[in-house]
C-alpha cells in the first residue's frame, strides 16, 4: 500500500456569470452553435473501443423536437456480458496502479472541464436535458469539477486514517478495492451525478460497468470522451446505453458483482435491492449498495419568516430546472397571515419567470425531459385542476408544440395529506398548505410524518428557538436541512448531499462517507520481534 501524498490542496471552482459583454458569454454561444449544428454519433464504450448495436435510440433536445443531437445504441446481453469482462480484466493493473497516480487523472480531468472542455460540457447539458445556462454552469461545469477535486482529496485522507502502533509492532490499513465490478445506474438530471456515479468507485481502484440515461446520453458521452483525454485506462469504466433490461439481466445476476452506485428512482432501487437479494447466494461476496432516490422536499416557514427571503426561495426552490431535481421543493407550509401577504407577489413573480428555449440565455426556465414526464405530469395538473381540495393560484397549463413545457405552477390545498403533499411528481409544481400560527407544533409533526422521503427540507424563521425546535423535531425528515435557505444547491466540500428513509441509503455524495464504501479495508498487523514460547506467565507454578 502507497502512502498518502500531498496533492492540491481542493476548492470550489468558481461560477461565472455569462452575463452580456463577458468572454463566457460568447465562448458559450459558439459551444451552443457547435452542439446543434452536428447529430452526434453516441456509442457504448467497453474497453476503451466503440461498440454500437442494431437497435438505436435518438437523442433529441426536450425543449425542441426537432433538434436531433445523437444517435445512441441499445445495449443487448452480450455487450452487458463484454462490459463486464472488460472491467474484470483490468480490474487488476488499475488496482495496483498508485493511488497519486489514478488521482492525477481526475485532477487532470477536472482542470480539462474547467478549461478546455468547460463550454462544450455545458452546451451538451443545455440542449441535451434542457437547463439554463446558469444551471448548466453550476452542474455540468462546477459541481463535476468539485467532485473530482475533492473526492480525490477525500480518498488521500481516508488513507491518512492509520491505527495505534505499540512499541515492537506496526498496525496499518489497506484501503482495497471491492472484489469484482460496481455498476454505477445514473439520472438524466444532472450531469454532475453522472460523472460522479462511475468516478467516485474509480477513485478507489474499482471498475465500472455505466448505464446512464438515454435522455442524458449527449453528456454522458462527453463525460467519457473527458475522462479518456485526461488518462482514464480502457476498461476501467465501460459505458452501456438504452434501457435497463439488458443489464438487470446480465449485470445484477453476476457473481463478481460488488456494488451498485444508483441515482434515480426509489421504485428502481427497491428493484435493484430486490433483485440482489434473490441472487445473494451467488455471489462471491456481499455487493454494496448505495442509493440516493427520490424526494418530497419542503419550505416550512415559521411566523417569524421574513417575507422576501422566503418567497424567493419557493420560486428558486420549486421552479429551477423545471423542478426537476430530487432536492426541489414541493409541498410548503406556511402561516396563514404571512401566506396573505406574499402570495400575490409569489404569483405575479411564477407568472413573469421566463420559460423557452435554454440557448437563448434570457430563459430561466426550459421543458421537462421527454414525453414520459411530460405526460405524468400534465395527468396530475389535468386531475389537479378540478379537485376541490386544490385551489390554482397560477399554471397548470402545459405546450407540448414545440417541446415538452409546462408552465410554473401553484397549488393551495385544505387537505394536509393530499396526495401532491405526499407523491413525487419531478415537475414544476409546488403545492402550498396554510396553518394557523397557534398549531406551529402540529405543522412539525405534520411535517415529519406527511412524506416517506427524507432528501431536503427548509425552514424559515428569524426566532432562533423556534429554529431551533424545529431542527430537532425534523431531525430525521431531511438528510440535508436548511436555514433560511431553499432546499437545493448542496456544493461538494460544504453541504455532503443524500437522505434516508425513502429517500436512500444517505451515503453523502461529496464526502469521505460515499468513497469509504468503495473501499475494503484489510487490517495489517506487524509483529517485529514475534514470541518463541506458546507458554503465558500465569501457567507458572507458585
Not at 502507497?2 to 459551444?31: C, D, F, H, Q
Not at 462527453?222 to 483525454?229: F, K, P, Q, S, Y
Not at 407577489?345 to 428555449?357: A, H, K, R, Y
Not at 402550498?432 to 416517506?452: F, G, H, K, R
Request: aromatic share 10%; glycine share 8%.
Amino acid at each position: 500500500m502507497m502512502s498518502p501524498l500531498p496533492i492540491p490542496p481542493p476548492y470550489n471552482e468558481p461560477i461565472l456569470s455569462y452575463a452580456p459583454g463577458t468572454p463566457e458569454r460568447k465562448a458559450m454561444r459558439t459551444a451552443l452553435d457547435d452542439v446543434s449544428t452536428e447529430t452526434r454519433d453516441l456509442p457504448m464504450v467497453i474497453g476503451g473501443e466503440p461498440v454500437r448495436t442494431e437497435e438505436r435510440f435518438e437523442v433529441r433536445a426536450p425543449h425542441r423536437h426537432s433538434l436531433h443531437l445523437g444517435t445512441g445504441y441499445v445495449a443487448t446481453h452480450k455487450t452487458v456480458e463484454q462490459a463486464v469482462a472488460a472491467a474484470l480484466d483490468a480490474r487488476e493493473a488499475w488496482a495496483a496502479l498508485p493511488p497519486e497516480e489514478r488521482a492525477a487523472i481526475f485532477l487532470r480531468a477536472a482542470d480539462l472541464l474547467a478549461g478546455p472542455w468547460r463550454y462544450r460540457m455545458n452546451a451538451s447539458t443545455m440542449l441535451g436535458q434542457s437547463k439554463s445556462v446558469f444551471q448548466a454552469e453550476i452542474d455540468s461545469a462546477c459541481e463535476l469539477i468539485d467532485m473530482w477535486r475533492w473526492n480525490v482529496s477525500f480518498a488521500n485522507e481516508l488513507l491518512r486514517e492509520q491505527p495505534y502502533s505499540p512499541v515492537g509492532s506496526w498496525n496499518r490499513t489497506e484501503l482495497r478495492p471491492l472484489e469484482g465490478f460496481v455498476l454505477a445506474i445514473t439520472p438524466f438530471n444532472f450531469t454532475s451525478i453522472a460523472g460522479n456515479l462511475p468516478t467516485a468507485p474509480a477513485i478507489m481502484g474499482n471498475t465500472v460497468v455505466w448505464k446512464p440515461s438515454p435522455t442524458q446520453q449527449l453528456s454522458a458521452s462527453l463525460i467519457l470522451d473527458l475522462l479518456t483525454a485526461a488518462g482514464l485506462p480502457p476498461g476501467v469504466i465501460n459505458m452501456v446505453s438504452g434501457d435497463g433490461e439488458a443489464i438487470s439481466k446480465v449485470a445484477l445476476p453476476h457473481r463478481d458483482l460488488a456494488g451498485i452506485h444508483f441515482t434515480g428512482s426509489t421504485g428502481t432501487f427497491r428493484h435493484l435491492w430486490k433483485s440482489v437479494a434473490h441472487h445473494l447466494d451467488t455471489y462471491r461476496t456481499y455487493p454494496r449498495l448505495v442509493g440516493e432516490t427520490g424526494g418530497k422536499d419542503f419550505i416550512l416557514a415559521h411566523p417569524s419568516a421574513d417575507p422576501k427571503a422566503l418567497t424567493t426561495a419557493l420560486i428558486r426552490g420549486a421552479f429551477e430546472f423545471q423542478g426537476q431535481k430530487c432536492s426541489s421543493a414541493s409541498r410548503a407550509y406556511i402561516p396563514k397571515p404571512l401566506w396573505n401577504r406574499i402570495k400575490s407577489e409569489l404569483i405575479e413573480e411564477t407568472i413573469s419567470l421566463p420559460l423557452g428555449d435554454p440557448a437563448n440565455f434570457t430563459t430561466h426556465i426550459g421543458a421537462v425531459i421527454d414525453q414520459r414526464a411530460f405526460t405524468r405530469i400534465t395527468t396530475a395538473l389535468y386531475d389537479g385542476v378540478g379537485d376541490p381540495h386544490l385551489t390554482l393560484h397560477t399554471g397548470g397549463t402545459w405546450d407540448d408544440s414545440t417541446g415538452w413545457f409546462i408552465f410554473p405552477t401553484i397549488f393551495e390545498t385544505d387537505t394536509p395529506k393530499h396526495p401532491l403533499m405526499e407523491t413525487e411528481l419531478f415537475g414544476p409544481v409546488l403545492t402550498v398548505y396554510t396553518y394557523e400560527e397557534s398549531a406551529w407544533d402540529d405543522i412539525l409533526t405534520l411535517v415529519d410524518t406527511t412524506s416517506p422521503y427524507g432528501l431536503t427540507g427548509a425552514i424559515f424563521a428569524t426566532d432562533r428557538a423556534a429554529i431551533a425546535q424545529a431542527s430537532d423535531r425534523l431531525r430525521h425528515a431531511a438528510g440535508n436541512f436548511y436555514i433560511n435557505d431553499k432546499p437545493t444547491g448542496a456544493v461538494i466540500g460544504q453541504q455532503p448531499f443524500g437522505g434516508a428513509r425513502a429517500s436512500g441509503t444517505n451515503d453523502k455524495a461529496g464526502s469521505p462517507w460515499n468513497l469509504m464504501r468503495w473501499a475494503s479495508p484489510r487490517s495489517i498487523k506487524e509483529t517485529f520481534v514475534p514470541p518463541t514460547d506458546w507458554r503465558y506467565p500465569h501457567l507458572n507454578y507458585e
